[in-house]
């Protein structure tokens, strides 16, 4: 889809997770395998680190947990794909001086996160929007820029609080429900 559109895309992976299978809200999930990986990167994509096997490091994280598992990543990286790795990720949350400090020095760019709300865009926490919906509508909103509006207010939080973005959610897969049974 991305090449037939001429689009480019990071694809953030947990490297340790590459060619096995996880659960994802107990549903048993095959991952990438690293020929689809160089796949992707053949195709002219992005491949970026999510650290921390995904997790988010929101408030109080545990600074030395964190680095030993972008290491382990890293090394896991090295020997699988012949490439730099510019872009980390995680879930939620900014990554604190001394935490930045240490990505750089691995040559990391910028650090993405889905919940970097209230603050300015720095290299170390820039907005990503995570696409991981099956749902076609749901896709176009994420990349709306209504979408992005809101994403990173203060109403966001609200947005979040009340459930409006899963009311929206459960509209799409209505909708899309009823054209199915047409």
């Not at 195709?43 to 964190?66: F, P, S, V, W």
């Amino acid at each position: 889809m991305f090449k037939a559109h001429n689009l480019h895309a990071t694809f953030f992976i947990v490297p340790g997770c590459i060619g096995k299978e996880r659960t994802i809200k107990g549903n048993p999930i095959e991952c990438l395998t690293w020929d689809e990986v160089h796949e992707l990167k053949r195709g002219g994509m992005e491949i970026g680190l999510l650290a921390y096997g995904g997790k988010g490091i929101k408030n109080h994280y545990d600074e030395r947990a964190i680095k030993e598992d972008i290491s382990a990543s890293m090394e896991i990286v090295k020997s699988n794909l012949n490439s730099e790795i510019k872009f980390c990720a995680f879930k939620e949350g900014v990554p604190g001086e001394s935490l930045w400090n240490f990505l750089q020095g691995l040559d990391f760019h910028a650090v993405f996160t889905q919940c970097p709300t209230y603050q300015q865009a720095t290299p170390a926490g820039i907005g990503r929007i995570q696409i991981d919906d099956d749902d076609h509508n749901i896709f176009l909103t994420k990349i709306s820029n209504i979408y992005l509006l809101f994403k990173d207010k203060r109403s966001w939080k609200y947005i979040r609080k009340y459930r409006i973005d899963r009311l929206t959610h459960r509209i799409s897969e209505t909708w899309n429900r009823i054209k199915r049974e047409r």
